[in-house]
């Protein structure tokens, strides 16, 4: 379900030129790079996947932020790893997306992480973008001094 928004809070702009062996840069210019394709190691490049893994990892823990606040809790020291996969698929476009987040916050058990993980799930632009249509998988890992295993959490 597409859901339209009630007010910009910001807007920005990318132009691409050159697709995946070219440029993007953003109309401010604080954002400027050059691309390689991933499996192309041309030094001081990137690649679309590794912006998008960027973006959703810094998404992610903002909204794990916003939300441990409502839950009366801090999540200033969280850390988010964001993986993104380019793959293949049984589709007629023939190419797909997965991503898998990384979660941890010290002094937190896995377990006791997931009903943020879960809001936070449900806040983050970048997840209700890509809900339906990108496998996402969020796992919880479990700061060592709390004791316990990584907690997976059903997005």
């Not at 499996?39 to 990137?46: I, L, S, Y």
Request: include cysteine; charged fraction near 15%; proline fraction near 8%.
């Amino acid at each position: 379900m597409t859901v339209p928004l009630t007010r910009s809070l910001y807007r920005t702009t990318a132009h691409a030129a050159g697709g995946r062996t070219g440029s993007v840069r953003t109309d401010d210019g604080r954002l400027d790079v050059r691309l390689a394709p991933p499996r192309k190691k041309v030094p001081g490049t990137t690649n679309p996947e590794q912006l998008f893994a960027a973006g959703f990892a810094a998404c992610f823990t903002s909204a794990l932020a916003e939300v441990a606040a409502e839950f009366g809790a801090d999540a200033s020291g969280a850390s988010v790893a964001c993986e993104v996969q380019l793959g293949t698929t049984d589709t007629p476009a023939g190419y797909g997306l997965a991503v898998a987040l990384t979660v941890s916050l010290p002094g937190w058990r896995a377990a006791d992480l997931q009903p943020l993980l879960h809001r936070a799930d449900e806040v983050c632009p970048y997840a209700q973008a890509v809900r339906g249509n990108v496998p996402l998988t969020i796992l919880a890992l479990e700061d060592p001094a709390a004791g316990g295993p990584a907690v997976p959490v059903t997005a």
